[in-house]
T-cell receptor
Framework: EAGVVQSPRYKIIEKKQPVAFWCNPISGHNTLYWYLQNLGQGPELLIRYENEEAVDDSQLPKDRFSAERLKGVDSTLKIQPAELGDSAVYLC?????????????FGPGTRLTVL | GDSVTQMEGPVTLSEEAFLTINCTYTATGYPSLFWYVQYPGEGLQLLLKATKADDKGSNKGFEATYRKETTSFHLEKGSVQVSDSAVYFCALSVGAGGTSYGKLTFGQGTILTVHP
């Protein structure tokens, strides 16, 4: 069974440019998460979806970040415009449902470098 | 708010040494506790978990016991191998009543290097 798929794996852009990340969760997983991982730190949640509904976006910087999960499957995370401080790894994860004791399965991440 | 604190790293051991990585937590709800591992060049994967007090999670020779009285979930392994070299993250997820409901709150990670 395929795991969580993310693309691209690496992205280098100039500051003020837009960038988008794509995630395909494990088939049948209703809950999808986007996490941000800065160097030397643990991941931090940006947004959580239950099917197509964003149920927790309290940590998403809404002035420049947006996300969508059309049809409750794939998801896209966008930054516009990117800033130097956005350089990090963006992780997508999915779980069968949003219950706290469920395992979350992580993708390989997209490493973003903003120059 | 909810938080996880891991021991300062990195940790360097010789093969077959005993490993302990300390993890303590603060949570307002009733957390499930996890250890995730990130091997070089790979994504995060679940190593073990415990969902209630006094539960012991175990996998691949690693163990951790959910200690509610000390709010701890220390990771242990009796004899490490070179292949255990990775970054280890302690994390919690809280049910009803906690600010972390539905999300994982991670510690900062501990880098483990095992030499032959």
């Amino acid at each position: 069974e395929a795991g969580v798929v993310q693309s691209p794996r690496y992205k280098i852009i100039e500051k003020k440019q837009p960038v988008a990340f794509w995630c395909n969760p494990i088939s049948g997983h209703n809950t999808l998460y986007w996490y941000l991982q800065n160097l030397g730190q643990g991941p931090e949640l940006l947004i959580r979806y239950e099917n197509e509904e964003a149920v927790d976006d309290s940590q998403l910087p809404k002035d420049r970040f947006s996300a969508e999960r059309l049809k409750g499957v794939d998801s896209t995370l966008k930054i516009q415009p990117a800033e130097l401080g956005d350089s990090a790894v963006y992780l997508c994860a999915s779980s069968l449902d949003g219950r706290p004791n469920n395992e979350q399965f992580f993708g390989p991440g997209t490493r973003l470098t903003v120059l | 708010g909810d938080s996880v604190t891991q021991m300062e790293g990195p940790v360097t051991l010789s093969e077959e040494a005993f490993l302990t990585i300390n993890c303590t937590y603060t949570a307002t709800g009733y957390p499930s506790l996890f250890w995730y591992v990130q091997y070089p060049g790979e994504g995060l994967q679940l190593l073990l978990k415990a969902t209630k007090a006094d539960d012991k999670g175990s996998n691949k020779g690693f163990e951790a016991t959910y200690r509610k009285e000390t709010t701890s979930f220390h990771l242990e392994k009796g004899s490490v191998q070179v292949s255990d070299s990775a970054v280890y993250f302690c994390a919690l997820s809280v049910g009803a009543g906690g600010t972390s409901y539905g999300k994982l709150t991670f510690g900062q990670g501990t880098i483990l290097t095992v030499h032959p």
